[in-house]
Nanobody, 116 residues
Framework: QVQLVESGGGLVQPGGSLRLSCAAS????????MYWFRQAPGNERELVAS????????DYADSVKGRFTISRDNAKNTLYLQMNSLKPEDTAVYYC?????????WGQGTPVTVSS
């Protein structure tokens, strides 16, 4: 049974930091390209960052470049998103996503609220 379980979300002040984690099980984690998406209320889900199966290639949305860092630990089957210099517009539910060929799995999401 495939599971993607996000954690680490919460309430943080503008300028603060959070580290999201996504624990994966039930599939070959080190063969999957992994993604972080987010969805703010009333908005469509948007891609935040992606990382290759080996971790040697990453990509970011322009809105988070220089502030967010995606990483993975294939030995622990875990995906991370380090979020620094958070802004109110980063408020959203954050989802991890695993893809390989026709495989496409989603976690349940973890909420992030950036507010003073």
């Amino acid at each position: 049974q495939v599971q993607l379980v996000e954690s680490g979300g919460g309430l943080v002040q503008p300028g603060g930091s959070l580290r999201l984690s996504c624990a994966a099980s039930g599939f070959t984690f080190n063969s999957a390209t992994m993604y972080w998406f987010r969805q703010a209320p009333g908005n469509e889900r948007e891609l935040v960052a992606s990382i290759s199966p080996s971790g040697d290639s990453t990509d970011y949305a322009d809105s988070v470049k220089g502030r967010f860092t995606i990483s993975r630990d294939n030995a622990k089957n875990t995906l991370y998103l380090q979020m620094n210099s958070l802004k109110p517009e980063d408020t959203a539910v954050y989802y991890c996503n695993a893809r390989r060929f026709r495989m496409n799995y989603w976690g349940q999401g973890t909420p992030v609220t950036v507010s003073s």
